[in-house]
């Protein structure tokens, strides 16, 4: 898990200690050799299945982090590419991960509260979702489905929720029932759960929020082979 120029345990632990925002600040410098920064593994062909049918003009990633997702988008998007987070630390090493792509923007925003209406044909996002939990979950949803146009894609990687039977599954409950317990003794809250955005799920809020929702699975092997792709097109 520790990479030799990631985050020492002490590091990390500082994080978990401090506010979901200022824990990412604290965390942006050596994210990018974290297990928490989704991998290229995934990222590449997750990627050649959203472009199969060529470049789009507009694309917003909500929650970029250090922009392991832009990286990705650059090549694709051809006027407007816009990466949001509501982490100064994050963004600027995005902007230091990201120096040459001339078409991006860079946004401190909550996501929570996403300002855009109509003006994207693409949004994407990858490992935040345990950031939005309950109504935020709602608020994240309706501001995707406002930033794009009719007929525009919400893509993202989830996985199935694991069965009852799995182990991953009862790791991850624990890891939630501690993440309950220390925002009830420490303030302010960090929030990161696991079992979020799972599909299928996710599908009926997706559904409340104005998108027809597909999935793809099979996009690699091996440790990753559970995860999908989903696609929600926002209904015209």
Request: proline share 7%; net charge neutral; hydrophobic share 45%.
């Amino acid at each position: 898990m520790f990479h030799p120029r990631g985050p020492s345990l002490f590091e990390l632990a500082q994080q978990a200690l401090t506010s979901t925002e200022r824990g990412y600040d604290l965390l942006a410098r050596k994210f990018e050799v974290t297990p928490f920064r989704t991998p290229d593994v995934l990222l590449a062909p997750f990627f050649a299945h959203v472009f199969a049918n060529g470049s789009v003009a507009s694309a917003l990633d909500v929650a970029c982090g250090t922009g392991a997702q832009l990286k990705y988008l650059a090549p694709h998007v051809t006027r407007r590419l816009t990466g949001v987070d509501f982490s100064q630390g994050m963004l600027d090493e995005a902007a230091r991960q990201l120096p040459d792509v001339k078409q991006l923007e860079l946004r401190r925003l909550d996501a929570r509260a996403l300002p855009f209406a109509q003006e994207f044909e693409l949004v994407t996002s990858a490992g935040a979702f345990g950031h939005f939990v309950g109504a935020d979950e709602d608020a994240l949803l309706d501001g995707i489905s406002r930033a794009l146009v009719p007929g525009g894609r919400f893509v993202f990687l989830t996985t199935p929720m694991p069965p009852v039977t799995s182990p991953s599954r009862w790791a991850a409950h624990g890891f939630n029932a501690a993440m309950h317990l220390r925002n009830a003794l420490v303030s302010p809250p960090f929030i990161m759960f696991y079992l979020t955005f799972t599909w299928p799920e996710v599908k009926p809020a997706l559904e409340r929020h104005g998108f027809d929702a597909t999935a793809r699975d099979g996009l690699v092997e091996g440790r990753f082979a559970k995860v999908v792709a989903v696609t929600a097109t926002r209904r015209k």
